[in-house]
């Protein structure tokens, strides 16, 4: 093997996990300290409104909404990091 790489046996679910961890302490985060600091708030937004697929039997509705300010950013950052260390 090279030198420095690692052969990591951590299933992607655990990576899945971390990001949403950190995702979500984050965003907590952020919420509770954008009343004290403005620029904490969340600044970017990405959506896929709501689509729907009847089926005739079963009706199924998608929907997707990323929020990202710049302490959910860093907590993607430290569950990647995380991951990366396991």
């Known amino acids: 093997m090279a030198k420095g790489f690692k052969s990591s046996a951590?299933?992607?679910w655990?990576?899945?996990t971390l990001l949403l961890i950190g995702g979500l302490a984050g965003s907590a985060?952020?919420?509770?300290?954008a009343a004290y600091v403005?620029?904490?708030k969340a600044v970017s937004r990405v959506a896929f409104g709501?689509?729907?697929l009847n089926l005739r039997f079963l009706t199924l509705t998608?929907?997707?909404s990323l929020v990202v300010g710049p302490l959910t950013a860093l907590g993607f950052i430290i569950g990647y990091l995380a991951y990366r260390r396991l």
């Open 62 to 64: 998608f929907g997707f």
């Open 14 to 16: 655990l990576l899945v």
């Open 50 to 52: 709501p689509a729907t």
């Open 10 to 12: 951590a299933s992607p």
């Open 38 to 40: 403005p620029a904490l």
């Open 29 to 33: 985060l952020g919420e509770w300290l």
